[in-house]
């Protein structure tokens, strides 16, 4: 897999792409809306039922994988399989290699959606808030993700995005992509503004400071 600049995996420079770094370097149509997941690829993190639902994918919409992982190969081959039928700029499954913390923010505010499709194998899992929970948010992203406790209840409270049953399939995730409206995508982009503001880290850092005093 090649970064933007032509070099091996290992994350993008800075300066490697302009304003919607997604959609310029994958080549996609100005108006198609992007599904970003953004992580390691691993078991158990709905990764496989996204590829599945990307068969029925409507033409509008285009999953993004951006990251590294074990399933890796198995989201290019789907990759290769699936936009072959598609038109250009139209394609169903796309993979880009991570970027660094420091680029994060711009990469993956190129996306209509982030998704958090982790499933419900562990309590681990049941009662997780991974970092991708502030993340998109940060970057102006709504959520789509697992109604799994924790990240559900945020969710709802800070009204950030919509959320797919505990045990989801992929027809809970087509279900959800053709139901979302603009309106609903705006918003949830205004709420995300207000809960970074109020959720972030500069607010907590004197508490946790002063506890440790």
């Given at each position: 897999?090649?970064?933007?600049?032509?070099?091996?995996?290992?994350?993008?420079?800075?300066?490697?792409?302009?304003?919607?770094?997604?959609?310029?370097?994958?080549?996609?149509?100005?108006?198609?809306?992007?599904?970003?997941?953004?992580?390691?690829?691993?078991?158990?993190?709905?990764?496989?039922?996204?590829?599945?639902?990307?068969?029925?994918?409507?033409?509008?919409?285009?999953?993004?994988?951006?990251?590294?992982?074990?399933?890796?190969?198995?989201?290019?081959?789907?990759?290769?399989?699936?936009?072959?039928?598609?038109?250009?700029?139209?394609?169903?499954?796309?993979?880009?290699p991570p970027v660094?913390?420091?680029?994060?923010?711009?990469?993956?505010?190129?996306?209509?959606?982030?998704?958090?499709?982790?499933?419900?194998?562990?309590?681990?899992?049941?009662?997780?808030?991974?970092?991708?929970?502030?993340?998109?948010?940060?970057?102006?992203?709504?959520?789509?993700?697992?109604?799994?406790?924790?990240?559900?209840?945020?969710?709802?409270?800070?009204?950030?995005?919509?959320?797919?049953?505990?045990?989801?399939?992929?027809?809970?995730?087509?279900?959800?992509?053709?139901?979302?409206?603009?309106?609903?995508?705006?918003?949830?982009?205004?709420?995300c503004e207000r809960?970074?503001?109020?959720?972030?880290?500069?607010?907590?850092?004197?508490?946790?400071?002063?506890?440790?005093?």
């Open positions: 897999m090649l970064n933007y600049d032509g070099s091996r995996k290992g994350g993008y420079s800075s300066d490697s792409c302009s304003e919607n770094k997604i959609k310029k370097t994958l080549g996609l149509e100005g108006s198609q809306k992007v599904l970003l997941f953004q992580g390691g690829f691993s078991p158990g993190r709905g990764i496989e039922v996204l590829l599945e639902a990307a068969s029925d994918l409507p033409p509008y919409w285009t999953i993004v994988f951006m990251g590294w992982g074990k399933l890796e190969d198995m989201i290019s081959h789907v990759s290769s399989k699936l936009n072959q039928g598609r038109e250009q700029g139209r394609s169903a499954v796309e993979l880009l660094s913390q420091d680029n994060l923010v711009a990469w993956t505010s190129g996306a209509t959606l982030g998704v958090i499709p982790y499933e419900n194998t562990s309590l681990n899992h049941l009662y997780c808030t991974p970092n991708k929970l502030w993340e998109y948010p940060n970057a102006g992203v709504p959520i789509l993700a697992t109604d799994l406790i924790e990240m559900g209840k945020m969710i709802r409270a800070w009204d950030i995005g919509t959320l797919l049953p505990r045990d989801f399939s992929a027809s809970d995730v087509l279900s959800a992509l053709e139901n979302i409206n603009e309106d609903d995508l705006a918003r949830w982009r205004k709420n809960f970074s503001s109020e959720m972030s880290w500069s607010k907590f850092e004197p508490a946790l400071l002063e506890a440790y005093q």
